[in-house]
């Protein structure tokens, strides 16, 4: 279904130029969820209002609560596990029903591991006691949804009668959860947008490419430095932006160094290609990532963090840096990564992948854990 607003018309006509495509449609309702405006999710003849809990206000909370309808939880099967839940369905995404007790500070505490039990209000501490169920169509978008705005994966979600009647009343946009799913699984094109030389400490001879994804999302950089030769295998680095370790100098992980370390390598090399895409925190974001550092300051390592948040190991999406080779016109690659899953992927991806190129820099006292945890758990290999 189109967004419906007051005044506007629900259904665009097929043929009309300015109707806003599937991945637009999905996009509007992302910004939405990070606004924290509620939207209207549809599975055939169910539907439902959907609010991302991270950005649930005490006044729609309210508005909820006093809805005939039950309101549900839609948390991933790792966050459910993490809070202690036993006996739950095997699904990745599960929904709960909330009991009537449960207030604004229990259901912000099920969605956020930083909000303790005692912050917990005690009329809401049974807000979880309700048997997990294994989460369809509007459960898994709803979630989908809030990872890919980078929000906390939780969802508050209220069973509609009427949903086009409700998003019309409210002013709210209205989406099919298939279509949701469907276009955020997709692989993103990436549009060429602009490019400039640019002189680098590494090598005078630099250039940078800047694509932008097909759903308006944040773009995504190409970093020729020196003059590869497409005609030949070309040491290639796929780099996912690491604001504390590239900027700041961390010592929690060794991104900053594989990222120098990369760049000195190509030039020796006489040129290579180096992709930065923004897939900050393994693809959560810098706020989650944030929330991941904390946990990891109170014993967890970097997966179980993840996974207390609601997120996968991993979030990335290593098909953007199959996508820029091939808008570059590079086939076959020398791969710079300790990571044996980009090679897989690239490969899966048509990219021929000669080699893998080791990157073992940056190993302090401080990331030792922490490069260990992506040995041991990840797969990922040091030498």
Same mark, same amino acid.
């Given at each position: 279904m189109n967004a419906v607003t007051p005044g506007r018309v629900a259904e665009a006509p097929a043929i009309s130029a300015f109707a806003p495509h599937v991945i637009e449609r999905?996009?509007?309702?992302? &910004?939405?969820?990070?606004? &924290?405006?509620?939207?209207?999710?549809?599975?055939?003849?169910?539907?439902?209002?959907?609010?991302?809990?991270?950005?649930? !206000?005490?006044?729609?909370?309210?508005?909820v609560t006093t809805s005939e309808r039950k309101p549900q939880i839609a948390l991933t099967r790792h966050r459910m596990a993490m809070l202690g839940l036993e006996g739950l369905p095997k699904a990745k995404?599960?929904?709960? !029903?909330?009991?009537?007790?449960?207030?604004?500070?229990? @259901?912000?505490?099920?969605?956020?591991?930083?909000?303790?039990?005692a912050q917990v209000a005690p009329d809401g501490r049974g807000a979880h006691s309700a048997k997990a169920f294994e989460g369809g169509a509007i459960h898994r978008a709803a979630i989908a949804l809030a990872?890919?705005?980078?929000?906390?994966?939780?969802?508050?979600?209220?069973?509609?009668?009427?949903?086009?009647?409700?998003?019309?009343?409210? &002013?709210?946009?209205?989406?099919?959860?298939?279509?949701?799913?469907?276009?955020?699984?997709?692989?993103?094109?990436?549009?060429?947008?602009?490019?400039?030389?640019?002189?680098?400490a590494a090598h005078q001879a630099g250039r940078v490419h800047v694509f932008r994804?097909?759903?308006?999302?944040?773009?995504?950089?190409? @970093?020729?430095?020196?003059?590869?030769?497409?005609?030949?295998?070309v040491l290639v680095r796929l780099h996912s932006a690491c604001?504390? &370790?590239d900027v700041l100098g961390?010592?929690?992980?060794?991104?900053?160094?594989?990222?120098?370390?990369?760049?000195?390598?190509?030039?020796?090399?006489?040129?290579?290609?180096?992709?930065?895409l923004n897939q900050e925190g393994r693809g959560i974001g810098m706020a989650n990532k944030m929330r991941a550092y904390a946990l990891q300051d109170h014993?967890?390592?970097?997966?179980?963090?993840?996974?207390?948040?609601?997120?996968?190991?991993?979030?990335?999406?290593f098909r953007n840096g199959s996508a820029l080779l091939k808008q570059l016109g590079i086939t076959s690659v020398r791969l710079l990564t300790n990571n044996p899953a980009k090679v897989a992927i690239l490969r899966d991806q048509g990219i021929t992948v000669v080699e893998r190129v080791p990157l073992v820099v940056g190993q302090t006292a401080q990331n030792a854990h922490y490069l260990a945890t992506k040995v041991a758990k990840s797969g990922h290999v040091l030498k």
């Open positions: 999905v996009m509007r309702v992302k &910004g939405d969820l990070r606004l &924290g405006v509620p939207v209207v999710l549809t599975s055939g003849p169910d539907a439902a209002m959907v609010i991302a809990v991270e950005m649930l !206000t005490p006044e729609r909370y309210a508005a995404v599960l929904g709960m !029903t909330l009991p009537a007790d449960a207030n604004l500070a229990a @259901i912000s505490a099920m969605a956020d591991p930083a909000l303790s039990a990872k890919s705005a980078q929000l906390l994966p939780a969802a508050l979600i209220l069973p509609l009668k009427d949903g086009l009647a409700e998003a019309v009343q409210h &002013g709210l946009c209205v989406i099919d959860a298939a279509e949701v799913l469907s276009e955020l699984a997709a692989a993103r094109f990436q549009r060429p947008v602009s490019t400039a030389a640019l002189p680098m994804p097909n759903d308006g999302s944040i773009e995504h950089y190409a @970093i020729e430095i020196g003059t590869p030769d497409p005609s030949r295998p604001f504390t &370790g961390s010592l929690k992980c060794d991104c900053g160094p594989q990222l120098q370390s990369a760049c000195t390598a190509m030039a020796k090399a006489g040129g290579g290609v180096l992709l930065y014993g967890f390592d970097t997966v179980e963090a993840n996974h207390h948040l609601g997120f996968d190991d991993d979030e990335r999406d």
